[in-house]
């Protein structure tokens, strides 16, 4: 995996560009030595993306299959400082 620093970014966007869409490279944006940000291609972010639908899922069948106290909507929204 490549890293870059932001200037060298700036520099050569394009290029970069190319390497993350066509040659599905991975490229890490660090700033003042500290990673930033990451240029990934729509693959990569499509799969990322996939991969948290499935995570959340999970997570909401478990929530839902844990047995518990329901709460009513109105005290949940007065609890969470929600507009009644």
Do not use: H
Not at 2 to 26: C, F, H, P, W
Not at 51 to 78: F, I, M, R, T
């Amino acid at each position: 995996m490549k890293r870059m620093n932001a200037t060298a970014v700036r520099k050569g966007l394009s290029d970069i560009l190319n390497q993350v869409a066509y040659a599905k490279e991975r490229v890490i944006l660090n700033r003042r030595g500290k990673d930033v940000a990451a240029l990934v291609s729509m693959d990569d972010l499509l799969l990322l993306q996939a991969l948290e639908d499935k995570l959340d899922n999970e997570a909401a069948a478990a929530a839902l299959a844990e047995p518990g106290d329901s709460v009513p909507w109105e005290q949940a929204k007065k609890e969470l400082g929600l507009p009644e």
